[in-house]
């Protein structure tokens, strides 16, 4: 083994604890946000940590939970209650009790059970996108961030940097050993451990099995449990051992580790190569190995997290189904029941009942009275659980369009349309209700289908379509049918089509989205084909063309464009959603208090209430001046 010591010259490579300011000690107190309503699934569960009176905090893509084990009872939050962002990462509690939430790109909050404080880059964390947190022995938290590693006295904040790039200091894991020392594992360049005052870096040519490493575990005689993405290493201070799956590891991808009370190893694992395809978690003690999973009662195969108990009871964060318990006879699950089915969101309408249905990638459908909510997939009727798009009419019918074709909900009744039925394809990309009562279709590469509710037709480029790639449609309220494709706008009057391209004023020919505002102005969105991704929007007013490029929105590429009745217009963007009153533009981003900046969906209700569909949860927005 060769052991790279890092000395004083290291040191300064590393411009260690050269980088320290002085934070403002009360950070800045979280701002609650009374426009916005946030819905969210909280089962999918990244870390979790027991507090000092006994509650269970379960963080992940939905918030925070706070868990009461003995009853079953849970506190919920999200950024509406001060939590600085709804995708959480890290938990950790410090010694004065409070506890510590690393955010993914909005920084860390700190809550001390009454308030909540938030700290950023403006106050000396090394980067917003927080991965990992670990509270040393003298009290000061640690952070392991996508750019390095921060420290925070109380006082004063610490950034340290280590050597090999962006990469190494891409900081995934940390723990604090029974010595004392800070261990931290990076997505390249191995483990670094450091003892307050000098490095040791400890890479594949010590014996650390290769890949990031994701988690870092400690036990009781002083050993090191590390998990990467192609098996465990174990350092007892001397030597290393590996363990894969050739050794009898459920899987290679280590995604969770931890000692029990009775020194048995628990690890949660995926495959190393198909990562989606998780095993469940494994007990290793003398020697043996024992898997268990959704078979046995684990609420789902992807686990996050372990947290061992000191009474021996093991608990598991899981990736969408929640916290698990085992206590070595029976397993129990705690889950939310307040979401939907998924926190990525594909697509949002709102029905002529008032009731909002969203669309969920690979989760099927959520509806939302207002008060309950209840998920439909494909075991209740849905053609796919993979939905892109959703249309309701004004009769009360919802249609949506899936992968494997397309389902119409009426009277609690599902009813599919498959190419079987002379629709034109089986991915569908777009949905939209003509006044008349038709329905339009977008296929990825048939052609757009229109059905009267009892005989369908379909046109495509033969009959005049730009390309049968149709990625989407609007009717204006005279009848007329606008499809966007990827090589022109196509045109539909009843009885014959019209092409219009980039030459006729577009900004440019291939055209992903379009939206008809209150005063019958078309808005569509236009990819511009460049790299990295661009977006422009251009308007017609059915005269004239205007367009509008990246220098008036948040970000360069736009996912989505809606309506509101007061004739302004919403755009969603990877960075944030933009509103345009005709004059000028405004963005709200996860600082105004939008769950997470990727807007995927939106919709406006009659009321004037927007939805917003994230990557991270639905947020509803009212307004203070709609």
Not at 398 to 405: A, I, M, N, S, V
């Amino acid at each position: 083994m060769q052991r790279r010591k890092m000395g004083i010259s290291s040191i300064v490579l590393l411009a260690i604890v050269l980088i320290v300011t002085q934070a403002c000690r009360s950070g800045t107190v979280s701002p609650q946000h009374p426009e916005w309503t946030f819905y969210t699934n909280a089962n999918y569960v990244f870390d979790m940590a027991f507090d000092k009176t006994g509650h269970l905090w379960a963080v992940g893509e939905g918030g925070t939970v706070q868990w009461d084990t003995r009853t079953g009872s849970y506190v919920k939050y999200t950024p509406e209650q001060g939590l600085a962002g709804a995708n959480v990462r890290a938990v950790a509690v410090a010694a004065d009790g409070a506890l510590w939430f690393g955010t993914h790109g909005n920084g860390v909050s700190r809550f001390d059970g009454q308030s909540w404080t938030t700290y950023t880059m403006a106050d000396g964390l090394s980067s917003n996108s927080v991965q990992a947190i670990a509270v040393a022995h003298d009290g000061a938290v640690w952070f392991g961030t996508m750019s390095g590693i921060s420290c925070f006295d109380g006082e004063l904040w610490s950034v340290y940097t280590l050597p090999g790039g962006e990469l190494a200091n891409d900081v995934q894991s940390i723990a604090v050993a029974p010595d004392g020392a800070l261990w931290f594992g990076a997505f390249e360049g191995g483990v670094s451990r450091f003892d307050g005052q000098s490095w040791s870096t400890y890479t594949a040519d010590d014996g650390l099995i290769s890949g990031p490493v994701g988690v870092i575990a400690t036990a009781a005689d002083g050993s090191l449990w590390f998990g990467t993405r192609y098996g465990l290493s174990r350092f007892d201070g001397a030597s290393w051992t590996k363990y894969t799956s050739a050794d009898g590891l459920a899987g290679d991808y280590v995604r969770s580790i931890a000692v029990a009370a009775d020194g048995a190893l628990w690890v949660g694992t995926c495959d190393k190569t198909e990562y989606w395809r998780c095993n469940g978690v494994s007990r290793f003690a003398d020697e043996m190995w024992t898997t268990y999973t959704t078979n046995d009662g684990l609420a789902t195969n992807r686990v996050n997290s372990i947290v061992a108990a000191p009474e021996g009871v093991l608990w598991f964060g899981t990736y969408g189904g929640g916290v698990s318990r085992f206590d070595d006879q029976s397993w129990a699950t705690y889950a939310t029941a307040d979401g939907m089915a998924n926190n990525l969101v594909s697509a949002i309408t709102v029905a002529s009942d008032g009731a909002t249905w969203i669309a969920s990638y690979d989760s099927g459908v959520s509806r939302f009275d207002g008060e309950s909510w209840r998920v439909y997939t494909a075991a209740d009727g849905l053609a796919s659980n993979w939905v892109n798009t959703i249309a309701a009419d004004p009769n009360g019918a919802l249609w949506f369009g899936t992968r494997y074709g397309v389902s119409r909900f009426n009277d609690g009744a599902w009813t599919t349309y498959t190419t079987d039925d002379s629709q034109a394809g089986k991915w569908i990309h777009a949905v939209a209700i003509a006044p008349d009562g038709a329905v339009w279709f977008g296929t990825n590469d048939n052609g757009v289908s229109r059905f009267d509710g009892k005989s369908w037709i379909t046109y495509t480029a033969a009959d005049g379509l730009a390309d049968n790639s149709v990625r989407a449609i609007a009717v204006t309220p005279d009848g007329t049918v606008w499809c966007g494709t990827q090589f022109g706008l196509s045109r539909f009057d009843g009885e014959s089509w019209a092409t219009y391209t980039a030459a006729d004023g577009l900004a440019s020919s291939s055209v992903y989205a379009i939206a008809v505002s209150s005063q019958g102005e078309l808005w569509f969105v236009c990819n511009m084909g460049s790299r990295p991704r661009e977006s422009a929007i251009s308007r017609f007013d059915g005269k004239s063309w205007s367009t509008y490029t990246a220098a008036d929105l948040p970000n360069n590429w736009v996912n989505v464009v809606a309506a509101h009745p007061n004739d302004s217009m919403w755009f969603g963007t990877l960075a944030g959603v933009s509103r345009f009153d005709g004059e000028s533009w405004t963005t709200l981003t996860t600082e105004d208090g939008l769950p997470h900046n990727d807007v995927q969906a939106i919709a406006v209700g009659p009321d004037g209430t927007v939805w917003f569909g994230t990557r991270n949860g639905l947020a509803r927005y009212v307004p203070a001046s709609p």
